[in-house]
């Protein structure tokens, strides 16, 4: 199971740190990954962590977002600053890595992210 929070309303070049409690599987040794999906849009991979704390971004975020994990809340966060509102969108997250993230496809409620003055 995985349940996403944090998200909500800030204003651009604001800051949000988002939150996925994971349970249900062998959280230290997977691969996390943060997807996003906006309004009218596809799902879009956003960032990955690795079991060996090896971390890896879409090239419209590298700078802003900061992915990380506390395996031992099997809690992975992703630290978003600098926000645009083409950051606007539901976030989910996925124990695959980037290169499995077109295979998952059981995604849980998401959490909403709105980036407007």
């Known amino acids: 199971q995985l349940v996403e929070s944090g998200g909500g309303l800030v204003q651009p070049g604001g800051s949000l740190r988002l939150s996925c409690a994971a349970s249900?599987?062998?959280?230290?040794?997977?691969?996390m990954s943060w997807a996003r999906q906006a309004q009218g849009k596809g799902l879009e991979w956003v960032s990955a962590i690795y079991s060996d704390g090896s971390t890896i971004y879409v090239d419209s975020v590298k700078g802003r977002f900061t992915i990380a994990r506390d395996n031992a809340k099997n809690t992975v966060y992703l630290q978003m600053n600098t926000l645009k509102p083409e950051d606007t969108a539901v976030y989910y997250c996925a124990p695959v890595g980037y290169s499995d993230f077109d295979t998952w496809d059981v995604w849980g409620q998401g959490t909403q992210v709105t980036v407007a003055s």
């Open positions: 249900g599987f062998t959280f230290i040794s997977s691969a």
